[in-house]
């Protein structure tokens, strides 16, 4: 079955460095490609997504690329804040007749330090 | 605009306690509709799914029932609650569409501690 390989955690930076989050995925087919965030205590907020072979999502400052030849979807930013710590799932969806489910990789917590 | 609305944010329930958990959708129709735990606070394990009322699929076997009575609403629940069913508990939607590119959005989630 599809599945999701997220670069485990945790990972702790200063505030302004580069962030990368690594993220590849097997699928049968042609997934869609998400980045969820969970701020301590919430739910899982959507952060930016792709559909297709080249596109780039990005939000807050953050940006992911599809990349269908290394089947990689990594999570980048250049300059991280404190508030950007949180826990990052990679995402893709599977299509099934019933509609698509998405398989979640297991998440990486980062922590920004001032 | 769809909101997701769940219920209560924290719960502290005794071993043996019954559990009702409450998930609605508001803004559309026919949604598919996920229960989520979350024991070690990062990973998520999918517990139900519904793609319509009264179709629930489980995804692993537990003391925990879903149920969905109405086409925008999703229960979770439980007889008696072990120890080890405390954790958080994320309810979410989706437009159930054979090639997703919306993806899923996530109430707000329970935290659920058993004593």
């Known amino acids: 079955g599809d599945s999701v390989t997220q670069m485990e955690g945790p990972v702790t930076l200063s505030e302004e460095a580069f962030l990368t989050i690594n993220c590849t995925y097997t699928a049968t087919g042609y997934p869609s490609l998400f980045w969820y965030v969970q701020y301590p205590g919430e739910g899982l907020q959507l952060l930016l997504k792709a559909t297709k072979a080249d596109d780039k999502g990005s939000n807050k400052g953050f940006e992911a690329t599809y990349r269908k030849e290394t089947t990689s979807f990594h999570l980048e930013k250049g300059s991280v804040q404190v508030s950007d710590s949180a826990v990052y799932f990679c995402?893709?969806?599977?299509?099934?007749?019933?509609?698509?489910?998405?398989?979640f990789g297991e998440g990486t917590q980062l922590t920004v330090n001032p | 605009s769809q909101t997701i609305h769940q219920w209560p944010a924290t719960l502290v329930q005794p071993v043996g306690s019954p559990l009702s958990l409450e998930c609605t959708v508001e803004g559309t129709s026919n949604p598919n509709l996920y229960w989520y735990r979350q024991a070690a606070g990062r990973g998520l394990q999918l517990l139900f799914y519904?793609?319509?009322?009264?179709?629930i699929s489980s995804e692993v076997p537990q003391n925990l029932s879903a149920s969905r009575p109405q086409d925008r609403q999703f229960i979770l629940s439980s007889k008696k609650l072990l120890l080890s069913d405390s954790g958080f508990y994320l309810c979410?939607?989706?437009?159930?569409?054979?090639?997703?590119?919306?993806?899923?959005?996530f109430g707000s989630g329970t935290r659920l501690t058993v004593v």
């Open positions: 519904s793609v319509g009322i009264g179709q």
């Open positions: 979410a939607w989706s437009r159930g569409l054979v090639r997703d590119m919306y993806g899923y959005t």
């Open positions: 995402a893709l969806s599977e299509q099934e007749t019933s509609g698509s489910r998405l398989t």
